[in-house]
């Protein structure tokens, strides 16, 4: 079965098993009553850790959220805007490139951050890689592996318009190089799983859960998201459209995702058994419990709190502007976006942090 249709059809059987269940009591009629006057929230997600909350929202009764919802699954950033552009969802998670491209063709909202990658996501090499000789090559990115030389010519597979592309760029300019100097093949992750098992390729751009199958086939790290540089962290996006027409839904979903996700994180120490559920009913993926655990240690999550601080601009540019700047640069440098696009880009109108900080007011985080 395509794994694309997987995660979808498991959130659906279970809510027709919910559905299934009315008559066994007046306790499941009114759930089920209740239910049906729950507004819906159509969910883009991918596959990785930032999806486990919303999945653990979807389990069970999803009136007590305050909305219901139907999550469909991607395999990547470019591949949610695709579907942005036929109004298939209404919020989503993805990274800043293509949360960016978003943002100039569709109007797209940055309205909160679903986690951080930077730890989960690398440049892989096979353990016999000349690139794995040199280490430090740049003394600004010490625990960064190659020198130019070893780069020049080679051939690197990367899901472009992503958090792995930003890293690319990053890994490259640390080396005097741009993406001109390589040969770039453009894949989804489970392709370049594969292609890359096969022999194929001399670098691959992986993130989490695919980062951690490269690991158990030997692969080596290069280079991540934090030694060279780049922060991968995760958005949550919204429409416009839904944006203006729903308010209170996007805020009821940003508070319960995110304090789901501090639950989660809080208890994560004992929840291996319940993330490699999610991982399989979800992504297709069965993993030990060792290797879950091992996944959640390497994603940062973000209360309410440390939100409103990464988006706070009070005291000059906040620290999702300067990321936004830095990614922008690089792909306006590799030639992804136009300096007009860039300059637009700049301006940071698709920020929208009226539903953090209303949350923020509401819970006395803000006078």
Request: hydrophobic letters at 40%; one cysteine or more; charged letters at 20%.
């Amino acid at each position: 079965m395509n794994r694309k249709f997987r995660g979808t059809i498991t959130i659906l059987v279970i809510i027709v098993f919910a559905l299934v269940s009315v008559g066994c009591g007046n306790t499941a009629t009114t759930t089920n009553s209740t239910a049906q006057n729950t507004p819906v929230i159509r969910a883009a997600l991918q596959g990785a850790y930032d999806t486990w909350p919303a999945w653990e929202l979807a389990q069970g009764d999803q009136a007590k959220n305050g909305f219901q919802l139907k999550m469909t699954y991607f395999d990547s950033g470019p591949q949610q805007i695709e579907a942005l552009a036929s109004d298939q969802f209404d919020i989503a998670q993805i990274g800043p490139a293509p949360a960016m491209v978003g943002a100039l063709k569709y109007n797209l909202q940055i309205i909160g951050i679903a986690d951080d990658e930077s730890l989960a996501t690398a440049i892989l090499a096979r353990p016999d890689s000349p690139i794995l000789k040199t280490k430090g090559f740049n003394t600004q990115y010490p625990e960064v592996y190659g020198t130019p030389q070893d780069l020049k010519g080679k051939d690197v597979f990367v899901s472009t318009v992503t958090t792995g592309e930003v890293l690319l760029i990053n890994y490259l300019k640390a080396l005097g190089l741009t993406e001109k100097d390589v040969h770039i093949t453009n894949m989804e992750q489970p392709q370049m799983l594969s292609a890359f098992a096969s022999g194929k390729g001399d670098t691959a751009v992986m993130w989490s859960p695919f980062t951690y199958t490269g690991f158990d086939k030997g692969w080596k790290v290069v280079a991540d998201a934090s030694t060279a540089k780049a922060p991968a962290v995760i958005f949550i996006v919204a429409t416009k459209k839904f944006c203006d027409q729903h308010p209170d839904l996007v805020e009821k979903y940003l508070d319960a995702y995110m304090k789901k996700e501090v639950e989660l994180k809080k208890n994560e120490a004992t929840l291996s058994t319940e993330y490699s559920k999610y991982l399989k009913e979800w992504s297709a993926l069965t993993w030990d419990e060792k290797l879950a655990q091992t996944d959640m240690q390497k994603h940062l999550t973000y209360d309410l709190k440390a939100q409103l601080d990464w988006f706070d601009n009070s005291k000059g540019p906040s620290r999702i502007e300067s990321l936004l700047s830095d990614a922008s640069a690089a792909f306006t440098a590799g030639g992804k976006f136009t300096p007009q696009e860039r300059e637009q880009l700049v301006k940071f109108d698709y920020l929208n942090t009226t539903f953090l900080k209303n949350l923020g007011k509401s819970q006395g985080l803000i006078k």
